[in-house]
């Protein structure tokens, strides 16, 4: 398959991973290497004084694999780009996805502030993967902007409601010249085909895999529909049409 | 009394006891390796530079650490 490219970094695996809602970090690390993800996205949050030892992380080894720390409980760009210096600070690595949810309910991202943190952090030489609507005007401002992908939405986070905004997202796709990642909502693994279908360059899952009664199998499943999807928009699919079209020869029948 | 904000709690020590360095109040936390990162006063403090960062009366401290996330 061919390989994934974001600001000039190659992946074989078009497959972003989130590390959220696992079980333990056991599981988190089984999941990992069953769905063959090189970035895994993680959330930076406060030291809980009275409970130290959580270390959900220790499992991933970042020799091979690219943290990817997010600005998640970001409610303006303010508080976002503040959370991307710590995490830069943090991993002298110098990406981030980009999130700013102020609404509680839905976790939809604030397109404004969003833009706003996105040239405040391109400014500071960050690769910013910003998490978008599935908006094609917003997409366009953001490439401008000098974000490394645009990642717009599938439906609201963790939902597993699927790809609800596809003809949004076929859109941006049409215009994108910066990897398209499906970020959010896709529940199953025919989601994640219907995304690469139609030409996302990759999808983030996190909550389908780590709340699947079994995760480890629920990963693969993902890994093999990614493929799956990039391998069938590679080939270049036909467009559906409104009759019937024979497969089979409409000569040589065995009758007069 | 000397106090810090530690995490948006309000901790109290005996002049005596008061953490010298960011490192000693980790330590003294018992949460050494869990951070990664740490802000005091707004100014970001990065672990290479957690021994030699100095901690006084009334700071505003955020340690902070990775964790799984989406």
């Known amino acids: 398959m061919d390989k994934l490219v974001i600001a000039g970094r190659q992946f074989d695996s078009r497959l972003l991973m989130g590390t959220g809602k696992f079980a333990s970090p056991q599981v988190m690390a089984q999941a990992l290497a069953a769905c063959g993800a090189e970035i895994v996205t993680v959330a930076l949050r406060r030291v809980d004084i009275g409970n130290p030892q959580d270390d959900t992380l220790r499992e991933i080894d970042r020799n091979k694999l690219l943290l990817l720390p997010n600005t998640s409980g970001a409610r303006t760009a303010e508080e976002a780009v503040r959370l991307a210096r710590l995490a830069r600070a943090a991993t002298n690595i110098n990406w981030v996805k980009l999130e700013v949810t102020p609404d509680p309910y839905y976790l939809l991202p604030d397109p404004v502030e969003t833009l706003k943190a996105a040239e405040i952090l391109v400014k500071e030489g960050f690769v ?101 999807g990039r391998r069938a928009y590679l080939a270049g699919p036909r467009a559906p049409a409104k009759r019937a079209e024979a497969s089979s020869p409409l000569t040589g029948f065995l009758r007069d | 009394m000397k106090s810090l904000r530690i995490n948006g709690q309000v901790r109290q020590f005996a002049p005596e006891e008061m953490p010298a360095t960011l490192s000693a109040l980790l330590e003294r936390l018992g949460i050494g390796p869990a951070a990664v990162v740490a802000e005091v006063d707004g100014e970001i403090v990065r672990p290479e530079e957690f021994a030699r960062t100095e901690v006084r009366e009334g700071q505003t401290i955020e340690i902070v650490k990775f964790m799984g996330g989406g």
Not at chain 1, 166 to 189: H, K, M, N, W, Y
Request: charged share 15%; with cysteine.
């Open chain 1, 128 to 228: 910013v993967l910003p998490y978008i609507n599935a908006d094609p005007i917003l997409a366009k401002r953001l490439q401008e902007a000098g974000t490394a992908t645009v990642m717009p939405l599938g439906s609201p986070i963790g939902s597993n409601q699927g790809l609800k905004t596809r003809a949004a997202i076929e859109i941006i796709i049409g215009q994108s010249s910066v990897p398209v990642v499906v970020d959010a909502g896709l529940g199953l693994p025919s989601h994640a085909a219907e995304a690469m279908e139609i030409g996302a360059d990759a999808v983030l899952i996190n909550t389908a895999i780590a709340t699947a009664a079994d995760p480890c199998e629920m990963a693969l499943a993902f890994k093999l529909a990614v493929e799956a």
